[in-house]
């Protein structure tokens, strides 16, 4: 089964500091990479999501991440953090070996301090 | 149509009601999904529908009876509940790899 580790479940930054949220993963196969956003009493909003090709992918709100296949990371940034990115962060995988499963990592809660 | 509406927003249920959750999407997604999220926890997983049937049941107990009627609808039938059951519950549809899920806005329900 896949595993999906988020390093830190609180995570604090000043408003304008650079947003750093920590995703890795297990997979003997090429994954699918996903962040999700989640503002209280929400679903799930997909910031981004690395399928295939180009390893840097941008999402919304400023948002990107590089996938790096000899770290099994997919960590998530942000240049410069604002009060509205202030939410739960969860980091999932699949893989084409998990059919319709979808593996979460436990979240971290980001905290923007003005 | 990129949306997953699920409805009610809000149910609180005493232990002895029998209600259900409702979830639509017309994205032609073939797999559907309950989730249940508890409070700064990522959502477990409860059920899959594959094509209109049951694929996956995450050993949910039996008082939680899902249900798809068509490939767009998905209900979860609740009865006799318990109080730890209170969490949001979550719709989410997908198609194919890479199974991106589309997630509703979600069901806060409370029991008494």
């Known amino acids: 089964a896949q595993s999906v580790t988020q390093l830190g479940s609180h995570v604090s930054v000043s408003e304008g500091a650079l947003v750093l949220l920590r995703c890795n993963y297990s997979?003997?196969?090429?994954?699918?990479l996903f962040w999700y956003v989640q503002y209280p009493n929400q679903g799930l909003q997909l910031l981004l999501k690395?399928?295939?090709?180009?390893?840097l992918v941008k999402g919304i709100n400023g948002f990107e991440a590089e996938f790096k296949k000899s770290e099994t990371s997919f960590h998530l940034t942000k240049p410069s953090a604002h009060m509205s990115d202030a939410a739960e962060y969860f980091c999932?995988?699949?893989?084409?070996?998990?059919?319709?499963?979808?593996?979460f990592g436990t979240g971290t809660s980001l905290t923007v301090i003005p | 149509d990129t949306e997953v509406t699920q409805t009610p927003k809000h149910l609180v249920m005493g232990m002895t009601n029998k209600k259900s959750l409702k979830c639509e999407q017309h994205?032609?997604?073939?797999?559907m999904y309950w989730y249940k999220q508890k409070a700064k926890k990522p959502p477990e997983l409860m059920f899959v529908?594959?094509?209109?049937?049951?694929?996956i049941n995450e050993s949910v107990p039996s008082r939680f009876s899902p249900e798809c009627p068509n490939s767009s609808l998905l209900n979860l039938h609740l009865h006799a509940l318990q109080p730890e059951d209170s969490a949001l519950y979550l719709c989410?549809?997908?198609?194919?790899?890479?199974?991106?899920?589309?997630f509703g806005p979600g069901t806060r329900l409370t029991v008494l």
């Open positions: 989410a549809s997908s198609q194919g790899l890479p199974n991106e899920q589309f």
């Open positions: 997979s003997s196969v090429p994954p699918y």
């Open positions: 690395y399928t295939t090709g180009a390893t």
């Open positions: 999932a995988v699949s893989d084409q070996n998990t059919g319709n499963q979808f593996y």
């Open positions: 994205m032609g997604h073939r797999a």
């Open positions: 529908y594959s094509y209109e049937k049951l694929s």
